[in-house]
């Protein structure tokens, strides 16, 4: 599994937008300083996606996103690679048993799949809207992960990359 995290915000994304001749499309944006964070780990080989959303990127959560991980896959061995943040090398997370973390190289989040898995998220999900509060921010990020996490086949067309899948 490749694993990442991404930050959601009370930031609109405002892009382009059709309207017929001669109305003018009106998008709301706003600028808040309130964020909450995705966790998502995602099996290269099947599509399957599994995502928490929490407050914070730090040891605790992360410790948090691990043992959910280990939870959803009892039976299974599993490999996660991830990026070199500096909660993922934290001195206090208890790895769990069926997982093994493994480091990209530094100054590489190209490497990550999971990086196109947010691009995908926000472009189809998050443009040209205004949230009222960080709680309706993360129930409309919760539905928009829950739809990516019953959608393997879109989340393989994503990730599958032929030199991870030639590599496995």
Known sequence: MFMDEARFGRISATRYCWCPKPI??????MVSQEYTYAYAAV??????????????????CMQIFLDEVAAR???????????????????????PDNIRLINLP???????????IWDELR????????????????NHLEAALRNMENNPDLIHSIVAWPWIINAL
């Open 123 to 138: 472009e189809k999900n998050f443009h040209n809207r205004v949230f009222d509060s960080i709680d309706a921010l993360e």
């Open 43 to 60: 099996s290269i080989s099947d599509g399957k996606m599994d995502s928490l959303i929490l407050p914070y990127v730090n040891g605790d």
């Open 24 to 29: 003018r499309p009106v998008c709301q944006a």
């Open 73 to 95: 896959h009892p039976g299974n061995r599993v490999i996660m690679i991830l990026d070199g943040a500096g909660w993922h090398r934290s001195a206090e997370l208890k790895i």
């Open 106 to 116: 530094p100054y590489s989040p190209e490497l990550n799949p999971v990086e196109h």
